[in-house]
């Protein structure tokens, strides 16, 4: 089974929204943000830029005729600034030109006076001066004192993890085009159709009914398109509203770096208490949040923080309190995991102090409390399945890790300069949206009378293969080939309210909603058939493209059998709602059982450090993931080697800067902000994918498990091998519990260590 779209990526003939022919007398959108952190807006500047050529309109806040609001959560989120700016980067006014250079050129003449206030970027000082964008939060179990009493060793300490471009090849981009009266076609690449089509809604002060999104495809998205495409559609569809003419909006790279949220960088205070043999028996954690500027997806986030809490470990007391940090930095947002690596970063960094201080591997920590079936999870749900200690085992066998850990040791006697490490990372992730009516989904599926099928889901393809899974299950439920069945653009006037291609659970809900719609449909061809076949319904079944009798293959082929069908005027088209069973969570006692199920996996990662240059390079990763029956292997692969890398990055090389003085973003350019590229992939990824735990009919797709974010905290792995090289060469060599681990950190560590 392949991926449908490579071929078309591959010749370069895929569509993406800027793709799209511009239709006669689109306008090109630039945007004039803000260049101050925070600040009173004292007035803004258009007459110079308006009188360019070419510049048809400049939109500020005072030309929305609805509501200047864009949030989803918490309502804090203009989509042009008004009496006050809150980051560099924040929309101020929209330019709209007859070409692109031209609407650029008018930018560059707005300015803008400003009053500055101070501006803060460390979510520690947000905290400390009671700057939060929502009540802290916290999640508990058992009790920590009384375990006090049985801790041989309790061990505090402090972490910190940096944010993380999502850096999709394909910048935010829209297209709006006028209908007939108010109405609006939006082209947008989002995450989200539903959500642009409600905030344009509700900025140009119109029905929803009005605005059609339609998304073909994205050039990637990682988080960065779940709530952070719609303010570039919206302001689109407001050109569009205002002067009656197309308008397109590509972001430049330069402008998408500056001015959209990254992962929520995160500081930590911690405290792990163990009994004497390494059992964690207390567990507490503070997490600031730096969230940005406006509340975007950052409670959410910090939610799924507070769900992972306890890594993949089982831990009977523990308290867990969360802040959302407001800083003057472009709204922190959804990136691949959503507040879930922050969270295992900092038990594994804890895990690791523990090791040290008691003198018990690290492994071994990790090991004795990994989760087993039975265990609860603080927010209440139980562990049911043995995935996690299951793939630890598979892994270290997998991998070797008795022998390699030898031949490390071997390595590092031999070799003075060039230290190896190697660590274990177990993830244990679960899969729902944490919001729980977000886990919902629609389909709309057509037969045709020649036999094709199309379908329309709620999902959104971003390069994750989302399309092909659907195509799967559809023909599998008519028993057709795939190339029968096609995917149509995701379009908010066929699927309707539908929740963004997110939380690893797009395939999940919108394959099931497929499903159930072809299953309706298949019901009435059968019967269809049984009178054709004079026989009764319950003996036919669809198989190969043909109609089967108590096993037997019949003459009437599966065209026929729709043709039949439609002569007979029976219905070949099913919509079908799916809604994720058995899930519930009550924010008052902050327990429930918010996911469908966990996905579990253990990488092995292996690396080598130059002990004189601060360099790296990681030799090889083993993984064991757990992904149920695989229903695309190739897939699946990509997933977790895309995920594994993406993870590595963020733990490594990505690092985001911003000047201590204007707090603008230094890394904001390709040339500043180092991303893994084909020459940092590990020497060797291995991956073995290991059935288990058996899902439920209707829970999963068809018995798989969601793969798109678990494997990404496989990456985690990277920062504590490189640790233990670091350690070879010398044991006091201490970087503090800070990601990225850049070759600059390596270096200033090693340096300091030999100092001392
Ligand atoms: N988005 C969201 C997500 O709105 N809720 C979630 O729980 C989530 N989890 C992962 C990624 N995106
Ligand atoms: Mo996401 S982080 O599943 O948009």
Known sequence: MKHFDAMLHVKGKSIFTGDIPEPEGTLHAAVFTSSCAHGKVLSVNTSEAEALPGVIKIITAENIPGENETGNIIMDEPLLAGETVHFIGEPVAIVLAETRHQAYKAVNAVSMEVEEYQAVIDPREAALRGDLIAPPRTFSCGDTEIALEECTHVISGVADTGGQEHLYLETQSALCVPGEGYALHITSSTQSPSFVQKIAARVLGIPIH???????RLGGAFGGKEDQATPWAVMTALGTHLTGRPVKLVLKRHEDLVNTGKRHPYSFDF??????????????????????????????????????CTGSYFIPNVVATGYCCRTNLAPNTAFRGFGGPQAMFVIEAAIHKASVETGIPVEKIQKMNLLQPGDLFPYGMEYTCDEVRNSWKLAEDFSQAAETRKAVQKFNSENRYL?????????????????????????LVHVYTDGSVGISTGAVEMGQGVNSRIRQVTANVFSIPVERTRVESTNTSRTANTSPTAASSAADMNGNAARIACCEIRARLLEVAAGELCCEVKQLQL????????????????NQLVTAAYMSRTDLSSHAHYATPGIHFDVTTEKGRPFAYHVAGTAVTEVTVDCLLGTYKVNRVSIVHHGGSQLNPLLDRGQVEGALLQGIGWV?????????????????????????????????????????????DGVGLKGSKAIGEPPFMYGIGAWFAILSAMNAF???????????????????????????
């Open 210 to 216: 009005l605005v059609q999104v339609d998304v073909l």
């Open 271 to 308: 405290t792990i208490g163990l009994n004497e043999e390494g059992k964690i028996l207390i567990w507490k954690v503070d997490y600031y949040q730096n969230s940005g500027a406006v509340s975007d997806l950052s409670t959410a986030i910090l939610e799924r923080s507070l769900f992972h």
């Open 419 to 443: 230290k190896k490490g190697i660590s274990m990372m177990p993830v244990c992730f679960g899969i729902s949206f944490t919001t729980t009516y977000l886990n919902q989904a629609n389909a």
């Open 543 to 558: 198989k190969d493209s043909y109609v089967w009798n108590r096993q037997i293959k019949t003459n009437l082929s599966w």
């Open 652 to 696: 490594t090389i990505e690092e985001l800067s911003w000047d201590s003085g204007s707090k603008r973003l230094l890394a904001d350019a390709l040339a500043t902000y180092k991303v893994p590229d084909i020459s940092f992939m590990p020497g060797e990824v291995n991956i073995i994918f290991a059935e288990g735990e058996e899902l439920e």
């Open 730 to 756: 010398n044991p006091k060599n201490f970087p503090g519990y800070i990601a990225p681990m850049t070759p600059e950190r390596v270096l200033m560590t090693l340096t300091a260590g030999n100092r001392s």
